[in-house]
């Protein structure tokens, strides 16, 4: 996966649909997603399109899967998880994801309705992260 700070290189320099396409290769970089986690249970609520995320521990690092039904969303969910992806999980559940996306001003280069449940996935990444560094030494 690439980092937030080579995709926000890459993104400064495009306009308009140059981003669109931008995000929709992100997601279809994203490792896929077994369907079997594809649950309620897995699922964002407050997105415009189907959106799961999942949260593996590996070792002292939190690894996500996630996936959507729709390209664009799975774009953005690619870059949400670009800053958190194979960290520590209290640094995760410590970081301030929304300012880490600040510069891709997200909000006036889509339509709400496609930002509209960002917040949410930010939340349940920080409360999954939160939840497993508090667990024990794994997220420590």
């Known amino acids: 996966m690439r980092s937030l700070e080579d995709i926000r290189d890459e993104y ?8 669109y396409r931008l995000l929709i290769e992100l997601g279809r ?3 896929p997603m077994p369907d079997a ?10 997105c415009s399109a189907a959106v799961w995320v999942y949260p593996v521990e ?4 939190l690894h996500f899967l996630a996936d959507s039904n729709a390209a664009i ?3 953005i969910v690619a870059l949400v998880l670009s800053a ?9 559940a410590a970081l301030d994801i929304t300012a880490a996306l600040a510069p891709f001003d997200l909000k ?5 309705n496609r930002t509209q449940g960002v917040p949410n996935m930010i939340a349940l990444v920080q409360e999954h992260a939160a939840r497993i ?3 024990g030494p794994a997220g420590a």
Not at 12 to 19: H, N, P, Q, S
Not at 37 to 46: I, M, N, P, Q
Request: net charge negative; hydrophobic share 35%.
């Open 73 to 75: 969303t799975k774009g």
């Open 133 to 135: 560094a508090a667990a």
């Open 84 to 92: 958190v992806q194979d960290k520590p999980a209290a640094e995760v």
């Open 58 to 61: 590996q070792g002292s690092s």
């Open 12 to 19: 400064e320099f495009l306009e308009g649909d140059e981003r």
């Open 29 to 31: 970089e994203l490792e």
């Open 108 to 112: 006036n280069q889509l339509s709400s």
């Open 37 to 46: 986690l594809k649950t309620d249970a897995t699922l964002v609520r407050g």
